[in-house]
């Protein structure tokens, strides 16, 4: 089964960083593409970042470029979203997404989904 579990949320200033995790299980991590969605609360879900093992692409929403970095571990079938200078507009539901069998970022390939995990930035 096809599994991702994001992780690393929480409560942090305004300014300050955190750095999410989404462990991906149930398929060979060699040929995907996993993205970081989120969605606020009233708000519509917003794409923020992806990569693509295929070349290695990086994309990112312009909310958050400069901001955020995305990066993956492939040894340990996990990617992560180094968060810097968070705002409280980043406030959000946080969610990994995943093509497990191409390299895809397009929306319509992120089929598989996570649970979510938390990020709260206080002003």
């Known amino acids: 089964e096809v599994q991702l579990v994001e992780s690393g949320g929480g409560l942090v200033q305004a300014g300050g960083s955190l750095r999410l995790s989404c462990a991906a299980s149930?398929?060979?991590?060699?040929?995907?593409?996993i993205g970081w969605f989120r969605q606020a609360p009233g708000k519509e879900r917003e794409g923020v970042s992806c990569i693509s093992s295929s070349d290695g692409s990086t994309y990112y929403a312009d909310s958050v470029k400069g901001r955020f970095t995305i990066s993956s571990d492939n040894a340990k079938n996990t990617v992560y979203l180094q968060m810097n200078s968070l705002k409280p507009e980043d406030t959000a539901v946080y969610y990994c997404?995943?093509?497990?069998?191409?390299?895809?970022?397009?929306?319509?390939?992120?089929?598989?989904w996570g649970q979510g995990t938390l990020v709260t930035v206080s002003s």
């Open positions: 997404a995943a093509d497990p069998t191409g390299g895809h970022c397009q929306d319509r390939y992120l089929e598989v």
């Open positions: 149930g398929f060979t991590f060699d040929d995907y593409a």
